[in-house]
């Protein structure tokens, strides 16, 4: 059964005749234990996607799923528990707050109202998993680009959601550092649950399931 | 130039609204405070020259006006006279209202010392007219044409005009009410001829050289008995201390607002630079030379400055305009009219400029650079260091102390607001304490009885009372500089048990010769312990007393002088003296006044100011608090500025927690916990500012000749402290309202 489910997704950016219609009539099914890659150029609106269907952007037409919750409908409250209980996102650039250390960074998510009750223990056993724990303390400037996508996985995963939507994750990092994060996304899936990435490398889509082209607004197999 | 200004301004929408916001407020603040300032610090020379007030008004009591004018024209300096019959204690009654504290006068040739404000004066020959004083016709609601009753002899009056005359505060703030009529009414109604006067008004070629004349005027003086004068100097000098400590105030006030508006405006300019340094190394790189750079800035912040400062004086002046006419009508002063507007426009200059000048500054050091260097900081990095710990309270103070400069200027701007707070609600306290609380000038009893001696016994029996005794109390004048008004008061034992104003010099009564003169009395004679305090008595009789101690009295601003009454009795066998009496502390006062009213001595409350300005008082009491109220709004708009400012550089990281589930409660918190590290300290140095610098810096301001109780109370602590919690939590509500608007992924993009 598919954990994301989008269907005629449609988002224009600008008005009139700067009108820009990044998504035009995309589709989408992503089922648990699945990874979808979803290959594009720069501008293609890969990271539109993303961002619609975790509810971070709303779009002009179409319905959107996600764990069962309607996306296009639900008010922003709606949404936030959305992205709390069922969305984990993994950046391009980290997005770890700089005042926080790494472990406090993961546990973030948890710390929010309505956020799972056992998420800071599992925010301290994923830190363990990945190998972070000697690092857990240290502030994100101290950490290498490996060590802060890590990080973010962890944060991304510490609520245990049933999606993970993950964004050129692999962009700013070396080659060892970038294949030990798609491992972890793998990994992710295996778990059960439903993977979308976004990446403009033909190279992270070996771990795919599946892989899209985005063209002209429109999901399409490679 | 004035092109790329407005697109830039245009560009940053939001941000140049809320800035012209900030100006306009703090305009807002100094229209008031030029307004207000100006009418007061001007309205007395502007009305008395109106007026064509008298340089000196001599009283007496009354002899025949030939006789007065005899020896008033063989004065020297003198340029005019005209002489007046005035009655005192007259009943009054017109459109329903009644009062007996009338004083009637009857006025003859020559000039009049007082402006027609509307209709005209009385005719010299026409009978049944009356000029009334603006006090009254205000507060009974009398035009020209209405008829006002003089009593059963003299009988209704038609109301030709409306005067006013800064001599004196008007009616009812003076407790009199004063009435014109001419000698024609006199003859008709009374059917004599008046001849006899009993007021003065001197006009002196050279007002500078009063003292001459009034020392000729008592040596010349014999025959008239209670010879009392008025200089205009005298007058100007005790309306100049009243209206001083709000002048005062209303200054610091205006710089305080400015101050705040110039250091938000500072901290705003230098984030907004930070923010575009790499557009100004762009430019730099392409050859704009750091001078046009700062133009250009200067010429953004006055596009801003110019309107939002003119419209901030003009909502000021006009929302103060007519409260300020009516406290200047109260002292019979006229408004300033025209006149306002140079410093009005002085005053829109200065917040030009200030805005000018604290956005220009961060630009012009910032352009210096070396367009290399500049691009290189092109972009805004948050500081770390420690780990923010507590929560997303915690997380939020973090961001607000990242950026240390405008963190510290919030802190300090808040905390000058809070001071100012603290310190109004202090003088407002303080204001209705001397209206009601005697202990607040110094005095230890709390009732007062008009009863003959021989009842104070039975005064004393009283349960409840602690101690009775007798008090004398006396207008007189200084006889060394002639004309210097002070009190006397007296106590044929030790008045510290009634009376016990704080010694700052010398030593306490002890004998009948010895006095103890208040600081402001000290002050104008110039006298301290050793010194001799000569004073004639309304009798007419000097007495001499050796000063042997200075104390800081509040009452009668501090002209006031405590002696023994051996020797005031000797100059003025008349003078009867009041009961005082002092209840036992816990004692149930309104319990003891019966009492007292059972044995025949119906007490009276003691109260601390005159009962003739307690109203005042409570006015001053109700600007001071409502003025506290403006500056707590700016202190709203310091942390709205603040918090919106860390919400926009960290609008990155508030995108995420948004992202990561937060909601509108997690962002808030956030914004709260920013909040709340800028307004926590800045209470608590508020606090500490008005205690230790504010309060005894105003309380000199205001009365050097007294100690001012002005330290922040435990209730103003409250106060400002539960205020800031509420401004903190509306200033998060607001900027939380703003930063959720905003899509998630605006902010992420920016991060």
């Known amino acids: 059964m598919a954990v994301v489910r989008a269907r005629g997704l449609v988002k224009t950016f600008g008005e009139g005749r700067a009108a820009r219609r990044v998504l035009d009539g995309a589709e989408l099914d992503v089922a648990a234990g699945e990874v979808v890659a979803v290959l594009g150029r720069s501008g293609s609106g890969k990271s539109t996607l993303l961002h619609v269907l975790g509810g971070l952007d709303r779009v002009g037409a179409g319905s959107i799923e996600i764990a069962g ?63 972070l724990r000697d690092v857990a303390a240290s502030l994100p400037h101290q950490l290498s680009g490996g060590e802060q996508q890590r990080f973010a996985i962890a944060r991304a995963l510490v609520n245990d959601p049933s999606v993970l939507l993950a964004d050129e994750p692999t962009g700013n990092l070396d080659a060892e550092a970038g294949a030990e994060v798609l491992r972890l996304l793998r990994a992710g899936a295996d778990e059960g649950r439903a993977v979308v990435l976004v990446t403009h490398e033909a190279g992270a889509t070996a771990m795919a399931d599946r892989v899209l082209r985005l063209a002209d607004g429109r999901l399409e197999p490679c | 130039m004035l092109s790329l200004a407005i697109a830039g301004l245009r560009a940053r929408g939001s941000r140049t609204v809320l800035s012209a916001l900030g100006i306009l407020a703090a305009s807002l603040v100094v229209g008031t405070g030029v307004t207000v300032g100006y009418g007061l610090a001007t309205g007395f020379e502007r009305s008395a020259e109106r007026a064509g007030l008298p340089d000196v008004i001599a009283r007496f009591t009354p002899e025949r006006r030939a006789t007065v004018d005899e020896r008033v024209r063989a004065l020297p300096n003198l340029a005019a006279a005209s002489y007046r019959y005035e009655v005192l204690d007259e009943p009054l009654t017109a459109n329903g209202h009644h009062n007996h504290r009338g004083a009637v006068n009857t006025v003859g040739a020559g000039r009049r010392g007082y402006e027609i404000v509307e209709g005209r004066d009385v005719a010299g020959d026409r009978a049944g007219e009356a000029v009334v004083e603006r006090g009254l016709a205000k507060e009974w609601d009398l035009h020209p044409g209405d008829a006002i009753g003089l009593g059963r002899r003299i009988g209704e009056l038609r109301i030709v005009g409306i005067a006013s005359s800064p001599d004196n505060v008007a009616f009812p703030l003076a407790t009199t009410a004063r009435v014109y009529i001419s000698e024609a009414t006199i003859r008709e109604r009374l059917g004599f001829t008046p001849d006899d006067a009993n007021v003065a008004l001197l006009w002196l070629c050279d007002p500078s050289k009063a003292d001459v004349t009034l020392t000729q005027a008592r040596a010349v003086s014999f025959g008239l008995g209670r010879l009392e004068f008025v200089t205009r100097e005298g007058v100007r000098v005790l309306l100049s201390q009243a209206a001083g400590i709000v002048i005062s105030l209303l200054v610091a006030f205006s710089l305080v607002a400015l101050v705040a508006a110039g250091t938000m405006l500072a901290a705003g300019a230098h984030a907004d630079v930070q923010r575009r340094l790499s557009a100004f190394g762009v430019q730099r790189a392409l050859g704009f030379t750091p001078a046009r750079i700062a133009a250009l800035q200067a010429a953004e912040a006055a596009l801003v400055a110019a309107p939002a400062a003119l419209a901030g004086l003009a909502i000021g002046t006009l929302a103060v305009a007519g409260p300020s006419a009516g406290l200047l009508a109260a002292l019979n002063e006229q408004p300033p009219g025209r006149d306002l507007l140079a410093p009005l426009a002085l005053a829109l200059i200065a917040v030009v400029a200030i805005v000018v000048a604290a956005a220009t500054w961060p630009a012009w050091r910032a352009a210096r650079r070396p367009p290399a260097e500049i691009l290189r900081g092109g972009d805004v990095t948050p500081r770390t260091g420690r780990e923010a ?145 000569a004073a004639q008595l309304r009798s007419g009789a000097e007495v001499r007393f050796r000063v042997t101690g200075i104390v800081r009295a509040l009452e009668h601003d501090g002209r006031i002088a405590w002696v023994r009454p051996e020797r005031l009795l000797g100059g003025d066998p008349g003078l009867q003296p009041g009961i005082v009496v002092r ?134 602590v409250a106060i400002v402290l539960g205020g800031l919690l509420v401004l903190t939590a509306g200033a998060t509500a607001v900027v939380a309202r703003r930063v959720l608007r905003e899509p998630v992924v605006a902010g992420l993009r920016e991060e």
């Not at chain 2, 995420?656 to 937060?662: E, K």
């Open chain 1, 69 to 131: 919750v309607d996306v296009t409908r639900a008010s922003e409250r709606e949404l936030s528990a959305l992205r709390r209980r069922h969305v984990g996102f993994v950046f391009q650039f980290f997005h770890l707050l700089p005042e926080l250390s790494g472990e406090a960074n993961v546990l973030l998510a948890g710390r929010m109202r309505g956020a799972a009750p056992e998420a800071p223990a599992r925010g301290g056993e994923l830190i363990d998993r990945l190998g």
């Open chain 2, 389 to 533: 710990r507590g929560g997303l309270l915690g997380l939020g103070a973090r961001f607000s102390t990242a950026a240390r400069g405008r963190f510290v200027a919030s802190v300090a701007t808040i905390a000058v607001c809070a001071g100012v707070v603290v310190l109004m609600l202090a003088l407002a306290s303080l204001l209705e304490r001397l209206r009601e609380d005697p202990g607040t000038v110094g005095k230890r009893y709390q009732l007062t009885v008009s009863a003959p001696e021989w009842m104070l016994g039975a005064i004393r029996d009283v349960a409840g009372v602690d101690a009775a005794g007798q008090r004398y109390a006396t207008e007189a004048a200084d006889s060394f500089r002639l004309g210097e008004p002070l009190r006397l008061v007296a106590y044929p034992g030790d008045h510290t048990e009634f009376e016990a104003p704080p010694l700052a010099e010398g030593r306490r009564v002890r004998g009948p010769g010895e006095a103890e003169v208040g600081l402001g009395l000290a002050d104008a004679l110039g006298l301290r312990p050793g010194s001799t305090l």
């Open chain 2, 583 to 716: 209840v036992e502390p816990g004692a149930d006062r309104g319990q003891v006044s019966r009492a007292l009213t059972e044995i025949g001595a119906p007490p009276r409350t003691a109260s601390a100011a005159t009962t003739r300005n307690g109203d005042f008082l409570a006015v001053l009491a109700a600007v001071l608090r409502g003025v506290g109220l403006a500056v707590g709004l700016v202190c709203l708009y310091a942390l709205i500025q603040a918090l919106t400012m860390t919400a926009r550089e960290r609008r990155g990281a508030v995108a995420l927690l948004r992202a990561c589930g937060g909601d509108a409660r997690a962002v808030a918190t956030v914004l709260a916990g920013a909040a709340a590290a800028v307004a926590a300290p800045a209470a608590l140095a508020g606090i500490a500012l008005e205690w230790a610098v504010f309060g005894p810096l105003v309380a000199r301001l205001a009365a050097g000749f007294a100690s001012l109780p002005l330290a922040p109370a435990p209730g103003h």
